[in-house]
């Protein structure tokens, strides 16, 4: 197994992405990058940069005007990547499922890949999740783990 | 004239963890004009209240931001029962201001850890949000939940604080109190910090006010002014008093959420000390007449001002939240041309953005 | 029942806000609600420091042009283009006018506070 691939499974490097959620899991993602939770210890590192990204972490519906800057952001990941939804309505719509201006779940635009319930996601689950994702991105890239 | 150029802060920015964006124009590497553009958040829920039924939309109005989630629940029950008008039992009030103000510890907690982040004053970030958890450990053990409380509804509240529980809730706040003070006295000391806060970002009190700005932002301008001195809940027996400054920079409103953040935990304690014995819960008669009324609440970004018009089903024929970053963005306009490059993310902080809030 | 209510037209909208412009009142927000044929707009202020508030309250017909108050108070900006994207509201002379794109998108669903059901696009189904 070359370098690379290994270190992607070893260290992935996550993007968190904000759609029209309503905070709540954007807090908790942030709360597990801080000391109680700390997954930088795991190697996983929060960045601003989608070039830079191995996960994509969304929370929140997608609505009609992020749906364009979500996808551009994913178009943006390079190869192989995963998309975590995080939270009931990045999932499904959730509770906000009959407002009108939401599409739906992160599924209506992205592939995704592991879907962390929960109204909002605790850390632990959302860690659980990009846990989950890593097992498949080894996959991915031909690394058993 | 020098050369001009345009640029977006934002929707994706490291400071904002939601998404806004400013078209920002500069000369050289002064601000010289600001554009807002809004809507990424954007979802309808005004809407949405008046297609649910009305004890349904508790779930939806706490979701209209996940940091002042509580608040917005227990403000919805709050301009409910007005319409009838109903009366809560006097321990629900005490359990409401409780949860408010742990609301507010949390949220206040969390912004000064934004604040040290914006800085670049990471290890203080990180010791915020590690005081921060300890306040949310005690939401979860009481409420059953970290973020999304749910703890009001229409009539009262849900659940009741036991002997045991109060116990540890105290024990925990003067923990938090201590630690939380002589993490204050550090930032209100640095030098650092004074340096990128000081004269940032002014607005004199007559600006605030034309501006229709509200909470901490307003009172850093020195105008006494916060909801919680109407009264509505507990907080006429507790004996509050608004927290003022007067230089109107981003230094001051720093100073203020910080003492607010101490002042809250107070509140609490007292709060605890005083509460009766008794029901936390009366089940409303019949449905929400038809009648409209207005409330405002402090959220712990400033005065949250809701609307309802029942019309005696169980939907509500209107609901309307106007939120206080919506109220605080235009102050931006104000504020931001004339500053330096480096300073928009610090002064763009300050009024504590709530994007999800704003949009709704 | 809301306090200190006072009806008013559309003519006479800028002088009233001016009144209260120029005893340092604070703008609160409007509240725009559909009467099925007719907009009603309310305008909230509150006196600074003050407990008590004052509104004012107009009734329009639905094609019916407004005049803006941002010129008085720049802070209605943003809502006056939110009642304008909601409601179709017509406000004249907006501070700064997102043309209908403050917080909807292109292809958002128009007008979707509006009652009448054929009017607004999806209306929350
Ligand atoms: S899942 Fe719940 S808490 Fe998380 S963003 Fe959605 S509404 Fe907010």
Known sequence: ?145 | MAPRTVAPFGPQHPVLPEPIQLKITYENEKVVDVVPALGYGHRGIEKACELNEYPKNIHLVERICGICSCIHGISYCETVERLWPLEVPPRAKYLRVIYSEMSRLHSHLLWLGLLCDALGFESMFMQFWRIREKVLDILEATSGHRVTQSISVVGGVRRDIDAEQEKTCIKVLQEVKKEAESLINVLASDPTVKARTVGKGVLTKEQAILLGINGPHLRASGVKEDSRMLGAQAYSELGFEPIVETAGDCYARALVRAREALQSIELQLEAFSKMPEGEIFERPKGRPPANEVTYRAEQPRGECFYYAKGNGTQHLERFRVRTPTFANIPSLLVMLPGCELADVPVIVLSIDPCISCTER | ?125
């Open chain 1, 1 to 145: 197994m070359g370098i690379i691939q290994k270190s992607q499974v070893k260290s992935p490097w996550i993007m968190h992405f904000c759609n029209s959620s309503c905070n709540g899991c954007d807090i908790e993602v942030l709360a597990s990058l801080t000391p109680l939770y700390d997954v930088e210890r795991f190697g996983i590192v929060n960045m601003g940069n989608p070039k830079h990204a191995d996960v994509l972490v969304v929370t929140g519906p997608v609505n009609y005007r992020t749906a364009r800057v979500l996808k551009n952001l994913y178009d943006q990941i390079p190869d192989p990547k995963m998309v975590i939804a995080v939270g009931a309505c990045a999932s499904t719509g959730g509770v906000f499922h009959n407002c009108y201006n939401i599409l739906g779940g992160v599924d209506k635009v992205l592939p995704v890949d592991v879907y962390v319930p929960g109204c909002a996601a605790r850390p632990e689950a959302i860690i659980d999740g990009v846990v989950l994702a890593l097992q498949k991105l080894s996959k991915a890239v031909g690394v058993a783990k």
């Open chain 3, 1 to 125: 029942m809301i306090e200190n209510l006072k009806e008013i037209t559309k003519d006479t909208l800028l002088q009233e806000v001016q009144k209260f412009a120029d005893a340092k009142a604070r703008f609160v927000t409007t509240v725009c609600s559909d009467l099925g044929d007719k907009l009603e707009v309310t305008y909230y202020f509150n006196y600074s420091p003050g407990v008590d508030m004052s509104a004012m309250r107009m009734v329009v017909d639905k094609n019916e042009e407004v005049p803006s108050i941002s010129g008085i108070y720049l802070a209605a900006v943003l809502v006056e283009n939110e009642m304008f994207e909601q409601y179709g509201l017509k406000v004249k002379g907006m501070a700064i006018d997102f043309g209908g794109l403050m917080l909807l998108a292109k292809d958002s669903p128009v007008l979707p506070m509006v009652k009448d059901k054929a009017a607004g696009g999806k209306g929350g189904e």
